[in-house]
Every structure is written in C-alpha cells, then in structure tokens.
C-alpha cells in the first residue's frame, strides 16, 4: 500500500520495520545487562554521560530512553539553528550507518513549553512511512530534556542546491520527471493519511545516497481539519503559497500542497524560482500577471476571501500554449500536468492522486533511474561542503526564506 | 488488502499501543511490581547517608529492600487497586476537559495519553492529579491547538506555568513519543452518512442512535481499554451497536455482502492481537477499492475482503469490543462522581497512596530541577549550548536537600551527580571521561 496507486512499488515499499520497540518488550532485559557494554572506548562524541542516571535510578520508561539513545553515536555538528542543532551520527554496532540526529533545542522566545514545529514533526514524522518521506528511525530524550530526532542520512543535499548550480549540473525532462515522480508520490502519501504538509519547496526535498528524494521539515504539517474548522493561512514559503492562502482563506485542503509542487515543477524547468514576490502583495501581483487574475469568473466565490485584492488590470487565465515557450523542456503533456497544478481555483485544482494518473510518466522520456540521477559531486571535497549545507537545511527554519513564515504562524488561532 | 488494514499497522497506536487483553495485565503488573521495588530502595535511602554503608555499590544489582535496612515500608497499591483509581483519574480528566469546553477529540487524546502513560509508570510513582492536567495541555498540542499555558494553567487554577509544564517532556517520553492518536469520531460520521443512503433505515432513528453512539464513544471508549484493544472501527461500531444493534448489524452486512464461491483460504494470518483483524471503516473500503490496483481482485481476494466469514470475524470482534464498553455505560458517569462511592471506593485508596509515593519522583517540578541541574552541570564546555546559567550553589542546595545521596558515591568525577542508589551503576553510563 505504501507507495502510490500508480507506480509500480519497489521492494521497500514497505520499510523494514521501524527500531521502536513496545514499550515493554525489553524491559524485563533492560535492566543492568542487555546493554552490550562491552565497548569499552566511546568516541569522545557520544558523552555518553558519566554520572547519567546516578544521582538518580532509572524506571523502566527511562532505562529503554537510555537504551534508544545509547544505540547511536552522536558526531561532529553539522549545523546550528534557532529551532534546532543537527549533528552527523552513526549507530553504535554498525560504524558505517550514518544518520543524522536533530536536537530541538528549548526556544526561549515559546514559554509554552514543547515548541509547535517540534510537536509537529514528531507528530507526522513518527506515522508517515513512505520511500520518499524522510525516515524518522528513533526518538529519544537527552539528559536535559531535549528531543533528539534520529533522522536517515542524506548526503546529497537538496533539489535546491541541483537547481541552483547552473554551471555544474546538468539535467533533462528525464530527470525532472524522475524527482517529479517522488515529490508526487510523497505528497500524495501524506494527503492519503489527511496530512497536509504545508512547506513544500526546493529546499525541503532532500536527496538521498540512492538518489532517492524524500520530502523532509514536518514543522508546519497538521491533519486536515474537520469540515468547518478554521486553520491559520499563514503557512507555506511566499514563493510557493497558493493564492487561497495569500487572499487569507481559513478552509483549504491538500491543493495547498498541490499548487507548492507547480511551482517546485516549474523552477525545476527553468532553473529559477517561476514566482519570486518579495511581499505578499508582490506575490498575488505575479500570480496574476503569469497565470491569470483570479475573478468570480474562473474562481467562484474568490471576492469573498477576506485578502482578496488584485492588480486592477484584469489578465486572462493563460492557456496551455503561453507555457510552451518557457516551460516546453517537459514536452506537452508536462505543460499540460503543470498547467492543471497551477489552477487558480482550488476546487479545479488537480490533486496529487490524479497527477498520478496523469499520461505524462508514461510518455517520453520515461523517469530516470534513481541511481543515475545527476547528483551534486565531484570529489570529497563537494562532499564535504554538501554535508555542511545539509545542515541549514535539516533544521531549515534558521537561515532561509522559510523562517518568516514560521515565525509568523498564529498559534493562538491556528487550529 | 484492504489498504486500511496495512496503513492502520503502520500508526504508532497499532504498533506500541496495542496489546491485548493479557499482555496488558502483565505489562501492569510489571509496572507495579517495578514501582514497588524501586520506592522500597527509595524510601529505603531516605533516612539518612548513615544508613547505607554496606557495599552502596554492590547493592544496585541485588535490589533487596525487604532485606537490609527498612523497618516500616507503606503498604503499596496492589495492581487491581491502581486500576480503580486509574478509571477514577480519567474521569477526572474528562470532567477537566469539560470543564475547559474542550472539543472531543483533544479529551480524548488527553485520556489515551494519559492511560498509556500509566502502563509503563505507576500512579505511586507520578502524581495522577497532575499528570492528567499535563495530558491536556499536551493533547492540545498534540491536536493542533496551541494555546498559551498561562491561559490554560488559569483554568484550572495553576498560577504556575512550571507545575504544568515539568511534566510535559516526562508525559512525551512516557508515551514514548507516539503522539498521534486515532480516533473513532469520524468513522461515526461516516457511518452515518452511509446508513442515511439506505431507504430502510429511518432517520430519527439514526439521529437517535449517533447522539447515542457517540455519548459512548466519549465516555465508554475513554474509561475502559478499548483503545488498546480495539481499532477505532472496531469501537465504533461496537459504539454504535450498543446504542442501536440493528443499525450497527445492518451496516456491517451491508458492507461484507460478498458471497464466497465454495472454497475460501481463510486463514487470516491473524496477529493475535485483536486490533488487525477488522477493516477499518467498512465503509471506506468499498470508496478506496475504486483504486487502479484492484482491478486484479480475484473472487478470493473478495471474499478475504468482504466476505462472510470476514463478516462474522468482524462481528465477534465488535461484540468483544461492545462488551468492553459495556462495563462503563456513559450512565456510570454517576458512578464515579457519586459521593457514596468516593467515599467508600476511592478515598481509602488515595490515602493510601499518600503513603507509597515516591519520594524521588513525585515533586514534578522539583525532578525536573534537578534534572535539568544535572545535565548542566554536566553539559559544561559541551556544544550544546543551552543555558548556563545555574551556580554551583545552587546545584549543593539541589543535590543538598532533594536528593539525599549518600556523599560517598561522588566517585566519578567532579561531574558526577552524585550517586543515589540504584543500578545507574554497572549501566553504560560510567563510560570513561
């Protein structure tokens, strides 16, 4: 069940099954000697704690947390952040399984104790399980109370970084359609679960050793809310905001999401953010003017949405052939799929499962093998600067556009 | 397959949080027996440092309280005894939940949180009255409903957001932070809206049978263990057949109706514990079926899915689950408020428990003082960056006065905390500096 409707599962479809024990399934054990002690030198790294648990003896709940944590070594950091630190790990019998183990730090700026993000993700990461959404492989508490996530590894940076870097790397409707197929299948996975994301962009779909994308930052996930619930419309990076939330709707369901990988779609083509708006208003202004002006016309009921404000000279929506000059590279039918993701209104919108079904995948070029995907490389050194990067970008919310966005979340609405 | 099936065997509720009927009773046990052990060595250390001077260190793995020093040991809640006072502290939370105006889905996740976290931990060990308020606030969050915890500490008359908040990470990490918690609610409205398609059903007797339903689903469901042993179709469908079983019966015929040809395999590869064997929501199945992967279903795979046998394995499941619930009708409310019954049932049990508190865990806030002295202290010069801004002073007057470690076991190092008895020795944590 886990992958998509359409494609064909691979073999991992279903993961093996997440190191989490029940609660007491080890606890009869966990006691002094499961913990296979026997190594006698820690990497100075994994300050294991001298003195852990001896002013004060451990119930069971906290001998399996000490266990949990024990099984991995926690490395170099990788990365600093306001919400969280990131640090290379690996697990403790097996040197060479590297996974990446984020430590949300206590916020000063939320008194209300465990932050939002932090609840979210924990929340969604823990349920969803899917190739390509990011694996959450434990949980567990540090000595001062904070949550350490243990997350896979994923050395090859993000879709951003192979964007961005014109010069170096090259790609083809192959390819955009392979990372397509991913990002499509991840979101049609969280919807299917009645999880919206809500910040998909370049940077939050990380690459892994495989070449696998794997859609990753939970922080502003939430479940689709019951019919009349409000939600706060302050959610998804500007560039990638549908016009439903720029106009300040509290109703909305997964084409949120949908219109998020339009524009992922398109900056893959063009290798360009396809609407970068400094401001809001900015931002509905170029909606309008390269897609069209939402009107009552093509958008019943738009004019009630309480932000609603448009550029005064009305555009036409633009038809299939006005995308053909810039976005061709993908051929008709891609025109067509990206065409149908970027509907101004939501109800028109297509959803994740239909873009599934779309005859796209199956024209030429078909998707590229994951493990010929053209990868940011070139030696240990790219490496080397690609693991820096990994991490402003696992604990995102710190050093990119995406900050404000969070910050600005209206919690005290938000439902 | 039904994809519900697989996708429900993926949840953190079906995979941590789900065990059946015996399992549970020795996990309690368990928790129980462990409690009891540890506050034993606990109070066992209290006195005084003078006491312990034979072998603290060898001690640890020989836990051996009746043994050694303790003259007069409390008499300690019996498994059965927690239990009692556990039904009577979820009802405390519901009426907290009440009181608060919460929707049902956060009381409910409260009462999930809160039962799940006492299956590991012992009420002798962690206060219940405070760990059920600690329940909502982090339900709350856990819904998605962030409000601030001085205007939810105001509601029940916490002035101190601190009392509230200790409890939080200890909650989270007793729930072994599964946070996600799946509801029947919505499956009740769905099969509403399917039975209201059918012609022969009339709607006053449906709009009767929800309201009922649902009273069951926000009392019953919550106040016994089904959560643990059933999955949220399976209550609510043994919800909605105790509020109306011709109802319930009519939607699960409806919705198993497929005829086996004459051979069947059905052997199920049932996990024994009870909460796979039911499709979730019947009523979605037939919708999700419409999917392009279906479209090889054999007359077998039918039959595995909506077959007869299937049919009958669902309804014995669901009258299990109905007699589960059966045990607190929404009417037993009355019950557990009921003056009478406090005074005869609950009361002597609360003295009791007074008594057999532990001393080292029992003060939320002052454990998690302690605790986050403690990583401080230690953390020193680490990376980490938190806050540094605690004194020595006042780590001597923490470890001085709530904790009283015997002074010698300050082994380690100067980074030691301070040693209390238990087996935190002998465990990995000694590793070298």
Known sequence: MAVSPLVAPTSDAFKPSRPISSPFKRQTSAVPSSNGNGTPRYPPAARSAPGDGAAMTLDPIEQLNEDEKRKYVKGKKLGEGTYANVYLGHVRHDPSTLV?????KVQQQYQDGMAPDAVRELKYLRELQHPNIISLLSVFSSKDQNLNLVLEYLPLGDLEMLIRDVDRVRYGAGDIKAWMGMLTRAVWFCHDNFVLHRDIKPNNLLIAADGEVKLADFGLARSFADPGRRMTANVITRWYRPPELLFGARHYGGAVDIWSVGMVFAELIIRAPFLA???????????CKQIGTPTEDNWPGVTQLREYTVPSEVVPVWGKEAYMGRFGAVGADGVDLLVRTVALDP???ITAREMLEHRWWRTDPKPTRKEDLPRKSGGEEKMGAD????????????????????RKLDFGQAK | MAAEDARYRQTSQYQMWSFSPTQLAAMRENTNAAARTRIAERLASLPAASNTTSAPTSSVNTPDPEGASISALPEFLSAPEEAQLMNFYTLELLRAGDHAEMPDEIKATAAAFFRRFYVTNSIMTYPPQEMLIVALFFACKAEGSFISITEFGKQFGKDNPEDILAGEFLLCQGLRFAIDVKHPFRALRGAVMELSTLPDIERNRLVAAEHRAREILRFSALMTDAYFHYTPSQIMLAALSLADRGVAERLIT??????????????????????TSGPDAPSSNTKRNAAPRSSNNSGEDKSQIIGSHIRDKVLGTIEACRDLLSKELPERREHWTNKTVIKAQITPLRKKLTKCRDPDRWNLVELQRVRREQATKKGGGSDDGEPDDR???????????????PPKRRKVGATDGGGGPGEGKGDPFGGPL
């Open chain 1, 347 to 349: 109800k028109k919108r």
């Open chain 1, 387 to 406: 693991l820096k990067r990994r991490n402003g970008i696992l604990d995102d919310e710190t050093n990119n556009r995406g900050a404000k966005v969070a």
């Open chain 1, 100 to 104: 990446a183990i984020k430590k949300i």
């Open chain 1, 277 to 287: 708006g400094n401001t809001e208003v900015e931002q509905i202004a170029l909606i």
């Open chain 2, 391 to 405: 004194t020595l002073e006042s780590d001597a007057a923490v470890f001085g006065e709530a904790l009283p470690v």
């Open chain 2, 254 to 275: 409806q919705t198993f109706h497929y005829v086996a040809p004459p051979f069947t395999s059905n052997n199920n590869s049932g996990s024994e514990t009870p909460a």
